[in-house]
């Protein structure tokens, strides 16, 4: 394990918006547990065989995933390992099929109402790697590695558990012919969408809501 010395980066000066929409960047860590190959599990022994991993917010007793902003100088994929990066200090392979697009408000600004508060969540999942000593938000974020049952019950959000559904999914058809290979970095070419651009994405109107999957 290592020391890291990144900073958080902070305000929303790059930040990605479209169709009035915060664009967010996450993903569903996981590993498999002590002696496991996945490649060699049956389906019905994936969510038996791996453990996921979660972080804590202040005052609040349920987890997330890690998420944050996708900015305008980096790819989705970039913007996902480095909020795993920043909010959970870990490092890993985030795979390039995508988990799905969410649409979420916080409970602040469900009171606003103000129209950029939305998110629009792309999350994937990711193969950790390495768990670092320290991180940049480890006095904001704890990390813990809990079951698939437990973070079922532990996650904040809906939409959360069907994106941890959609990465058991995901798993479960790792083992057929022709699946996609995982990403060691960001070598993905993703569109960065500029504040005045429009997607071709499905808008979402309701929350939570999985839009779409890729």
Known sequence: METVALESRTGRERQLYEDGCRLVAGCVPYKAKPGVVLSQLKKKKVEDSIVVLMISSPNRKDLVFPKGGWEKDETVYEAAKREALEEAGIRGTIHEKKLGIWESRSKSSEISRSPLSKCRCHFFAMKVE?????????????????????????????????????????????????????????????????????????SCSTSPLLCTSS
């Open 130 to 202: 390495e768990e670092l000593d320290s991180w940049s938000e480890q006095p904001y974020h704890k990390r813990r590695w809990v079951s698939v049952e437990e973070a079922m019950e532990l996650c904040r959000y809906p939409w959360m558990r069907e994106a941890l559904q959609k990465c058991l999914e995901f798993l479960e058809g790792q083992n057929s012919p022709g699946q996609e290979q995982s990403l060691s970095g960001p070598k993905c070419s993703e569109n960065i969408l500029s504040s005045s651009t429009k997607s071709s994405s499905p």
